[in-house]
C-alpha cells in the first residue's frame, strides 16, 4: 500500500536503490511488531481488567472476547513479519505494484465500510453498538495501533533529515509532527487510564464529557468538536486529489520542493479512505441521518484518518531511502 514509485521508470542509481530495499524490509518488520505489540497490549489489558473486575466483585467473562482478539492480532503481526506476499506488496516498484496497492486501499476502505454496516446489523441496539465503540473497545485500541506506527515512522524520518541528508526544517517539522503523534497516542489511552481503569480525578471529571483523563474532551472543546474534525478530514481529502505530486522524485529533482511533496503528501489512490472519513464526519457534525449514522461513529472516522497518517508515514520513510544529500 505504500507508493514508492509513482511511474513506470525507476530512480537512478544515485537513489540508493539497496536503501530503499533495507528500509520496505524494515516497514514489513514494523508492521508485524506493531500488531504484536498491540495484541499483547489488548491480552494484558484484558488480564488486568478481568483481575479488578474480580476485585470488585463484578462479572470478568466479558473480557474474555478481547483476550481472544489480542492473541488473533498478536498472530497477524508474526504472520505480517514473514509474509512473502506483504514484501512484494509493499516492495513492488513497477506500475502494476502501484496498481495492486491502489486496489489493496479500496478493499481496505470497502471493508471498513462493512465492518461498520455489519456490526450495526448484528448487535440489535443501538445502547450496546455505541458501548461496542466506547472507551476500551476494538476500534480505539485499532486507533492506538496505527498512530503509534505513525510516530515511530515520523520519528525515523526526522532522525534522517537531520543525520543523513541534512533537511533541518523538514527535520524539525517531522520531529513536532512525531511528538504530536505521540501525544495523540496518550490522549485516546486517556494518560493508561483505558488500560489500566482508575478513577477520574474530581476535578477533571467535572469539566471533562467523557469523564476522562484527557485533554480534547474538555467541556470547552465539545461544541466544536465535530465540525473542526470534518473541515479536517475535508482538507485532507482535497489535498490528496488535487496534490500535484504524483510521481517518485528522482536524483534531477534533487531536494526540491516537488522532492519533499511527494515525500510528505499522500498518494492520490489514498481518495477512497479520505472519502470513507469526509463522509462519516459530515453525517455526525450535521447529524443528517440520526438514524443511521451515530455520534459514536466518528470512531470509524478517526480510525480512517489514522489509518491514512500510517500508511502516508511509511511511504515518506520509505521515499526518503532514494534520495541523497549529494542531489542538491
Known amino acids: 500500500m505504500l507508493d514508492v514509485y509513482g511511474s513506470s521508470q525507476p530512480p537512478e542509481r544515485s537513489a540508493a536503490p539497496g536503501e530503499l530495499i533495507r528500509r520496505q524490509r524494515l516497514v514489513q518488520r514494523l508492521i508485524g511488531l506493531v500488531l504484536c505489540f498491540g ?6 489489558a484484558s488480564g488486568v481488567k478481568a483481575m479488578l473486575s474480580i476485585t470488585q466483585g463484578l462479572p470478568w467473562t466479558g473480557e474474555v472476547p478481547l483476550a481472544i482478539a489480542g492473541t488473533v492480532v498478536v498472530s497477524l503481526g508474526i504472520g505480517a513479519g514473514r509474509s512473502r506476499q506483504l514484501a512484494l506488496l509493499l516492495g513492488g516498484l513497477s506500475r502494476r505494484a502501484r496498481k495492486r496497492r491502489a486496489f489493496v486501499v479500496a478493499v481496505v476502505a ?13 448487535v440489535g441496539s443501538v445502547s450496546r453498538y455505541k458501548r461496542l465503540l466506547g472507551e476500551g473497545g476494538l476500534i480505539e485500541y485499532g486507533q492506538v495501533l496505527l ?19 541534512g533537511l533541518r526544517a523538514l527535520g524539525t517539522a517531522s520531529a513536532v509532527a512525531s511528538f504530536g503523534l505521540a501525544f495523540l497516542v496518550m490522549e ?19 469539566v471533562n464529557a467523557q469523564n476522562q483523563t484527557t485533554f480534547h474532551n474538555l467541556d470547552v472543546f465539545q461544541s466544536s468538536l ?16 488535487v496534490q500535484p505530486f504524483g510521481s517518485y522524485p528522482t536524483s534531477q529533482d534533487g531536494l526540491s520542493p516537488k522532492a519533499v511533496g511527494a515525500l510528505l503528501l499522500p498518494p492520490r489512490y489514498f481518495w477512497p479512505l479520505g472519502l ?14 440520526p438514524t443511521i449514522i451515530f455520534n459514536r461513529d466518528q470512531e470509524w472516522a478517526e480510525l480512517v484518518f489514522y489509518l491514512v497518517l500510517a500508511l502516508a508515514s511509511l511511504r515518506g520513510y520509505i521515499l526518503l531511502g532514494g ?6
Request: charged share 10%; aromatic share 8%.
Open 39 to 44: 495484541g499483547s497490549a489488548l491480552v494484558v
Open 226 to 241: 465535530d465540525v473542526s474534525f470534518f473541515l479536517l478530514m475535508l482538507a485532507l481529502l482535497i489535498v490528496i486529489v
Open 188 to 206: 485516546e489511552l486517556a494518560w493508561g487510564q483505558v488500560l489500566f481503569g482508575w478513577q477520574t480525578p474530581e476535578g477533571i471529571a467535572n
Open 323 to 328: 534520495m541523497n544529500r549529494s542531489a542538491e
Open 110 to 122: 470497502v471493508a471498513l465500510v462493512a465492518c461498520m454496516v455489519g456490526m450495526k446489523l448484528s
Open 276 to 289: 470513507v472519513s469526509v463522509l462519516i464526519s459530515l453525517f455526525v457534525a450535521s447529524k443528517g441521518a
Open 147 to 165: 498512530l503509534a506506527a505513525s510516530a515511530w515512522c515520523t520519528a525515523l524520518i526526522a532522525k534522517d533529515c537531520f543525520r543523513r541528508l
